[in-house]
């Protein structure tokens, strides 16, 4: 579930979208940035995933944000007038659940989980057991001398996402299950440092949850979402593509362009999310993505010419 | 502030304390686990405590406990009958001050604190000027759209230690000034990954804290507790002594007997604790301490015959 990155020759401003476009069977894009910036659409975008569907393109969406279901999540492209399906989408939700379902964990054991409705649903939908998420978000810890916190020793995985309820007790519930329960899972949705709550400023992320149970346990996690393998791993082996025939479209390099380095695909970067030019083009950046442009809207344009 | 550890022989027995006793003219004792347990004094420690003070020995008390201050440490040493005072006693929260203290952090700039009253109480005596605290344990954020929280420009420092309170408007603010105020210090009092809050079992420590604001601001604190060797310079420049005239004495490998080693000291492992000689003795333990005997009073009946 993790990769490792060769320094790669500069990035090149994407000119023939063409025969990028032809040169795969997939895109998958992250969402954030991408397709939207918080609730407004990116100029172009149906546009474009209609000119890629028309040409039998497979698109794929994927987010590290594990908040909602994928269910949830597909009424987000509607709301915005996207017609997407839910089989289209790949949250780190469901990811976590995905990953479990591949480990082929067991039905009898019960999953802690620190994060939100999200996981609980995709829990949920792959018949997994599991406790936790926000219902422990008001649940206190009393301190008295000797007290002892009970936990269900049949948790045999804690997830852990973004998760704007957290707290000591579940903190300390996590802790326990994965130091005193034999061969207790420890997966990560995702490790991001900051999310988008709200358009106006970067809010702390998933990784700083897990990073308090790291912190506690000293144990690395397991991650499902960007940038490990996991996903990509996944979508290959359930649609039978082939990692060369993907190209993974994003606005970050640490871990939507290592995310497709890591699984072999071919790489475009979009300037309409959090990643500037500068920031590619500064010699402090060893994330080289396969092309660069402004936004994905550029694919109409850069291959208007030769249609 | 860090150190660096060679493979040592294996740890000796204690068999000569007079010989060790007379080799150093400090004591530094961790208190958990040495001196006492939960709320009960250890077996022979003011017999000890006496003798070694006797000897012209000075007595120092170290404890990566950053939720009281000196003052509150010094009475838990009172309750339990011992007579220790607060200049004897360096708790992490009384080592966050003096590190903002060592590098002359401006009295017009502010110290963010995540972590409890302790803390509070030694910046307060230091004259810093703080803010969060035990006063942010019940705020939540209003996520509608475009809310943006505002956070102080004159955070300085953000100072993390052990908080049963912690919340994500916490995580979030300490992530702000960290992240977007220009030369912003990180401060952890410890990353112990657990503590005992009570004696019935091991309990997620500050390194959760510390770790959930490390997972968002991706950057690694400055630590002012055990194993960094931040306390024992200080100690030696205060009192004017020589490293190699302490003996640091502890129950834990990986702080206290790093700690001791990180510094130049002479290290003595007591077993009254979480260590058991099995743990030392494993073939992946590769802290070696200098000697190691069951519990501190063992240094009465070893020095006996010689006296």
């Known amino acids: 579930m993790s990769g490792t990155t060769a320094i790669r020759a500069s990035a090149q401003r994407l000119e023939n979208a063409e025969e990028l476009i032809d040169s795969v069977e ?96 995709e829990l949920e939908l792959a018949g997994f057991q599991y406790l936790g998420g926000p219902a422990d978000g008001e649940k206190k810890i009393e301190l008295k001398p000797g007290f002892l916190m009970e936990h269900d020793e049949s948790v045999g995985a804690v997830v852990v ?15 326990l299950c994965i130091r005193e329960n034999p061969g207790c899972l ?9 999310t988008h709550l709200t358009d106006a400023q970067e809010w702390a992320g998933g990784g700083s949850m897990v990073g308090a149970i790291r912190g506690s346990t000293q144990k690395e996690p397991l991650v499902a979402g960007k940038p490990s393998t996991f996903m990509m791993d996944y979508l290959a ?28 695909c071919k790489t475009l970067l979009v300037l309409s999310g959090v990643t500037s030019l500068q920031m590619l083009q500064s010699p402090n ?4 993505p396969d092309f660069y442009t402004d936004r994905i809207s550029d694919m109409l344009s850069l291959k208007a010419a030769s249609v």
Do not use: H
């Open 237 to 264: 082996n359930e649609f039978g593509i082939l990692k060369s025939q993907i190209c993974m479209v994003g606005d970050r390099l640490d871990t939507d362009i290592l995310f497709g380095q890591n699984g072999g």
């Open 285 to 288: 950046n060893l994330i080289q």
């Open 186 to 194: 420890f997966i990560a949705t995702n490790r991001d440092a900051v």
């Open 26 to 121: 997939t895109f998958i894009f992250d969402c954030d940035g991408v397709i939207w910036k918080g609730d407004s659409l990116i100029d172009g975008v149906p546009q474009t995933l209609d000119m890629l569907r028309e040409k039998g393109k497979r698109l794929v969406f994927v987010t590290n944000n594990s908040t909602k279901s994928r269910k949830q999540y597909g009424k987000k492209f509607e709301t915005l007038g996207l017609s997407v399906s839910q089989e289209e989408i790949f949250a780190s939700s469901f990811a976590a659940a995905a990953y479990l379902k591949s480990v082929d964990f067991p039905k009898d054991k019960k999953v802690y989980v620190i994060g939100e409705e999200g996981i609980l649903k």
């Open 161 to 175: 996402g973004f998760d704007r309820y957290l707290n000591y007790y579940k903190i300390q519930y996590g802790t």
